[in-house]
């Protein structure tokens, strides 16, 4: 597990599988964009406010992973997408790479409704 991982769950934000990472918010419920750390804690998947030094910042939004929809996951070369509904509200992400083992968590929180 990288630094960050190790960090996150030290701190508390994630629990110990470490799916943690930041990524580019493209889309959130109150119009907000920019750097996100997405950490899953338990079912909850919860978006904190982030610097450019990957500084963990204010609670933005707590997603119960059971709840979500449309859950899509695209992991290229050039691009790579994170997309889903939550409470009638569209979530998208992008510009994360390496985190295959996070985004199996995400999948298999929400596949185990």
């Given at each position: 597990m990288a630094k960050f991982q190790d960090k996150l769950i030290a701190d508390?934000?994630?629990?110990?599988?470490?799916?943690?990472f930041c990524a580019t918010a493209t889309k959130?419920?109150?119009g907000e964009y920019g750097i996100v750390a997405l950490c899953v804690n338990g079912n909850?998947?919860?978006l904190f406010d982030?610097?450019?030094?990957?500084?963990?910042?204010e609670l933005l939004y707590e997603v119960d992973l059971k709840q979500v929809e449309n859950l899509k996951i695209r992991t290229?070369?050039?691009?790579q997408v994170l997309k889903f509904e939550y409470n009638g509200s569209a979530y998208s992400f992008t510009n994360f790479v390496g985190?295959?083992?996070?985004?199996k968590v995400i999948e298999?929180?929400?596949a185990n409704r």
């Open positions: 508390g934000y994630c629990d110990n599988r470490g799916a943690g959130l419920p109150r909850k998947l919860n982030v610097d450019m030094r990957s500084n963990i910042g290229g070369i050039f691009s985190v295959k083992p996070s985004l298999e929180e929400v």
